[in-house]
């Protein structure tokens, strides 16, 4: 029985994960590098142009960090295009096309669309 009620309490910061917290938003994931500084700018710009983390379910939080991922990597795969590395054109496309998708979503569902 107090396995159930502590799913259901609120819990403080110090028994909530870093993720959950806000401290970090990958786990296991060094911050330091210019990859995830990169995801990090990208994550707060998504947040921002959605009216902020507050205004956002924890779902649509979820989906505005797929997003950035998704467009790091569209950036990413961009990045060897211009290099003149092989990149395979579907992969491109793909990717692209889910971070468009789930941030149309997002900005339909966002208070700053009312």
Known sequence: MLADRSLHSERTSTTRSAVSNGTRLLAGVDGRSATARRFRDLHADLLRDLGGAPALTTMQRGLVRQAAALQLQAEQLQAAV?????VDSKDLIRVSGEASRILTGLAKRSPQAA
Do not use: L
Request: glycine share 20%; net charge neutral.
């Open 82 to 86: 211009v290099r003149g590395d092989t």
